[in-house]
Structure formats: C-alpha cells, structure tokens
C-alpha cells in the first residue's frame, strides 16, 4: 500500500469545488519533503498539475492550487469541468524508503 | 519543448530480461542538472518510481527492485535505458520514463512523461 494516502474517489457537479487530500508521516512530507501532483486522464500519462506544494507549470489552469501542512497536502478544483474527469496522485520523497513515493491516487467524478 | 518516448518489446518471458530505452527529444539530457526516471504503473493500480540516471551515468534504484535493475545513460544519442532482471508476471505494467526536476533536494518533481509502454510478461 502507499505511504502516501489519498481518498479512492471524489465528485463533484459543474462548477463546483472538490478538494483531494494527500496523508502522509514525518518520514516524507512532514520532514519537509515537497508534494507534487500529477493528473491522469485515462489511457494517458500523467501530467504535472502542482509542483513544490503550491506552484502550477505553466498552461494549467489557475482553478488548480495546491497546499502543504504539517503532514498533509491539499490539491483544489474550482470551478469543475467535465475535462477535469481523470485520477489525481500526489508525490513526494520518503526518507526511511530512500525512494520517491506517489499517492494511492483519487479518482474525480463530474456528475 | 522537451519530450520523451519509450521503445522496447511489449512481452517478456518470465525469467528474462526487460529492456526499455527512452529517446529524448527537443533538448540534451547533458543540459542542466536533471535526472532521468523510469516509473512503472500495474495495470488498473498506482504509480510506482523505479529509479533514476544522471546523464553522468550516476543511478540510484528504489530498494525493493535494486536487486534486479540498472539503468544506463548514452548522451550521444541521447537517451537512457532500463533493464530489469528475472521477471514475473507481477512485472507486467505500464512502463514510462521522465524527466525529473528540482528547485533544491526537498522539492523532486517528474516532468514530461513519455507515453508510456505496456510490457507483458507471459510465455
């Protein structure tokens, strides 16, 4: 299982604002290590959404922010779109498994 | 922009040997200070980091596959590769290569991805 822990799935109607939490431990966001998000659309890659908790590459679109606190992350859709249908992972570095570390991934659902 | 593309068979026999090569297009890996990743995703499941490669040829492997990886780096051609020993079918997955990025050692980001290869393992 991941050591980083996402909720299986959230849904939300057009337009509104869904929020996609990433739980992780002192071993990986709470000993400061940054989180990153990637959204997958099915059959696809994943893509860059957040870097370094709260920046967006350029091209994505400001309705993604993203949050980092103690030993939790936050990604939050605004303004939901049927586009934004796809799988959600965060990412981060865990020292005690010397390894990079993605979340269970969530899935979003525009009812 | 810079993009990446996996190439190598799609089914392996149990036992042998993967082996997937990633072409790098659109910059040099040589070029600033990125590494190199391959991150693997079973079928219908999460994304798994298998390790990465500096073009200096430096590596580092996650430690429940660092027994049966390694990676290579050739910047002539610019691209890098990964081989993966005495696979199972557990082995079989979505395979992809990335670029990764940073602002300092706390901040390790992938960006782009190739768009992946399916590897098989069956006989």
């Known amino acids: 299982q991941s050591v980083l822990t996402q909720p299986p799935s959230v849904s939300g109607a057009p337009g509104q604002r869904v929020t996609i939490s990433c739980s992780g431990s002192?071993?990986?966001?709470?000993?400061?290590?940054?989180v990153h998000w990637y959204q997958q659309v099915p059959g696809r890659a994943p893509k860059l959404l957040i870097y370094g908790s709260t920046n967006r590459p350029s091209g994505v679109p400001d309705r993604f922010s993203g949050s980092k606190s103690g030993t939790s992350a936050s990604l939050v859709l605004t303004g939901l779109q049927a586009d934004d249908e796809a799988d959600y992972y965060c990412?981060?570095?865990?020292?005690?498994?010397?390894?990079?570390?993605f979340g269970s991934g969530t899935k979003v659902t525009v009812l | 922009q810079v993009q990446l593309q996996e190439s190598g068979p799609g089914l392996v026999k149990p036992s042998q040997t993967l082996s997937l090569t990633c072409t790098v297009s659109?910059?040099?890996?040589?070029?600033?200070?990125?590494?190199w990743s391959w991150i693997r995703q079973h079928p219908g499941k999460g994304l798994e980091w298998i390790g990465y490669?500096?073009?200096?040829?430096?590596?580092y492997y996650t430690p429940s596959l660092k027994s049966r990886v390694s990676m290579s780096v050739d910047t002539s051609k610019n691209l890098f590769s990964l081989q993966l020993r005495s696979v199972t079918a557990a082995d079989t997955a979505i395979y992809y290569c990335?670029?990764?990025?940073?602002?300092?050692?706390?901040?390790?980001?992938?960006?782009?991805w190739g768009q992946g290869t399916l590897v098989t393992v069956s006989s």
């Open positions: 990412q981060s570095f865990d020292s005690s498994l010397t390894a990079y570390v």
């Open positions: 659109g910059g040099s890996m040589s070029s600033g200070g990125n590494f």
């Open positions: 002192s071993s990986n966001i709470g000993e400061g290590y940054e």
């Open positions: 990335a670029r990764g990025d940073y602002t300092n050692s706390w901040s390790n980001w992938f960006d782009p």
């Open positions: 490669t500096y073009s200096s040829g430096n590596t």
